[in-house]
């Protein structure tokens, strides 16, 4: 996935996006709210993160902005207001989650990952595809009943096809969804991360259209 974080707490957003980069998922940081309005304009985010207290302003505006537009990304709050009014009027507005600091970075990856299983329409954690057993809140694949260990990055990039079954993606769209704005992404990068999956988990795991781009293979 690739995330949008917006936190002007440096210590915090230094640790969230060291977590979320560890779970092998993309991630932009910005402290502003007009900064993160101008990232949501130039990118297209699988998930939003949401301090509510930024300074130039309150993350509730900019929250209800989004729903306004008719932007549904998903949202989860981060936020030290812990009143049980300030959750409602979070939800209210239109967040996916709320989360309360201090939080355990743990607990940030297990809600990250039941809020983007929702949205793709799949709220079970575990998966069949042909003769692969997946666990999607552990990050775990067996194939055949033997465990399989994929990095961080491979299994980010098997859960981007998984969570799109069907659909063609592009180099550039598997690029965005893996990788920051910032990164430095080798022009092979892809078809290496394709090819290391197709040794771990078979080769018809996932198809290529050639000139097109890739999809995850039939069972």
């Given amino acids: 996935m690739r995330i949008l974080l917006i936190e002007d707490d440096t210590v915090l957003g230094a640790a969230v996006r060291d977590q979320i980069a560890a779970d092998g998922q993309s991630v932009d940081w910005v402290m ?13 985010y699988d ?3 949401l301090d509510l207290m930024l300074p130039d302003g309150r993350g509730i505006g900019f929250l209800k902005g989004l729903r306004a537009r008719g932007d549904v990304t998903p949202v989860i709050i981060l936020t030290a207001l ?11 507005a239109g967040a996916d989650d709320y989360l309360v600091k201090p939080f355990d970075l743990a607990e940030l990856s297990a809600r990250i990952g ?9 709220p079970n954690p575990i998966v069949s595809h042909g003769p692969l057993a997946i666990d999607l809140a552990a990050r775990s694949v067996h194939r055949d009943g033997k465990s399989v260990a994929l990095t961080a990055r491979e299994w980010a990039l098997f859960d981007a096809f998984l969570a799109r079954p069907g659909q063609l993606l592009s180099k550039a769209q598997l690029e965005e969804k893996l990788y920051a704005f910032d990164a430095e ?7 290496v991360h394709v090819s290391r999956l197709r040794k771990k988990l078979g080769s018809a795991v996932i198809e290529t259209k050639r000139g097109m781009g890739y999809r995850l293979g039939r069972p």
């Fill in 32 to 44: 502003r709210l007009d900064v993160a309005g101008d990232a949501v304009k130039s990118a297209s």
């Fill in 47 to 49: 998930l939003i993160l």
């Fill in 82 to 92: 812990d009143q049980v009014s300030d959750r409602i009027e979070g939800l209210n």
């Fill in 114 to 122: 039941s809020v983007a299983r929702r949205y793709s329409g799949n």
């Fill in 185 to 191: 992404v080798e022009s092979n990068t892809i078809e």
